[in-house]
């Protein structure tokens, strides 16, 4: 996982040190997250540089500024989409238990999908148990994406949560 520190910097509280303000993870396909004390905060990528990029060359360098604002947009309405949907999925489950798996609790949201924070997580450190939290998890986000992965998962008071059950699905162009 790819990590960037804030750039954001300032004196310890005893005035020796640098104390940073936060942590910024931006390896998500659609959002990104930062870490500030006790909380994760999720917005959609305003701009993924590298996959506006890829989409670029893979599409042929197209000069459009039409194609530009679509690639854009479909990046971060994807960002949106996933917000929505775990705040959706946690409506529905809420603090639901399964095997001892539980949804990460998320704490305030704003509409559309702009911004969800939630509880910070520690790192889970270890790969999902299977069966066990792989089919737990699956039945608390809905899916069986990503649920081998050990990001998917942290820690919060020694109990296993699922942090990332944000989950959508582009659906293909109809094409007449």
């Not at 001892?100 to 997580?121: D, E, N, Q, W, Y």
């Not at 809905?142 to 998962?153: E, Q």
């Not at 699905?169 to 007449?176: G, M, R």
Request: one cysteine or more; a positive charge; charged letters at 20%.
């Amino acid at each position: 996982m790819i990590a960037q520190t804030a750039a954001l910097m300032l004196k310890g509280a005893n005035g020796s040190g640098i104390r940073m303000l936060w942590t910024t993870n931006t390896s998500g396909a659609y959002r990104c997250v930062r870490l500030i004390d006790g909380l994760a905060l999720k917005t959609p990528h305003l701009c993924k540089y590298s996959d506006l990029k890829f989409h670029w060359e893979r599409a042929g360098k197209p000069s459009s500024p039409s194609w530009w604002f679509k690639t854009w947009w479909n990046g971060f309405y994807g960002g949106l989409k996933h917000n929505q949907q775990e705040v959706r999925r946690w409506h529905e489950v809420g603090t639901r238990e399964i095997d001892g798996v539980s949804l990460c609790p998320i704490r305030f949201h704003l509409t559309l999908g702009l911004l969800v924070i939630m509880t910070k997580a520690d790192p889970l450190g270890r790969r999902p148990t299977f069966p066990a939290e792989d089919y737990a998890a699956f039945h608390l986000i809905g899916s069986w994406r990503d649920t081998g992965k050990p990001d998917t998962f942290g820690i919060i008071n020694g109990k296993v949560v699922v942090v990332d059950y944000g989950w959508w699905v582009q659906k293909p162009a109809v094409i007449p």
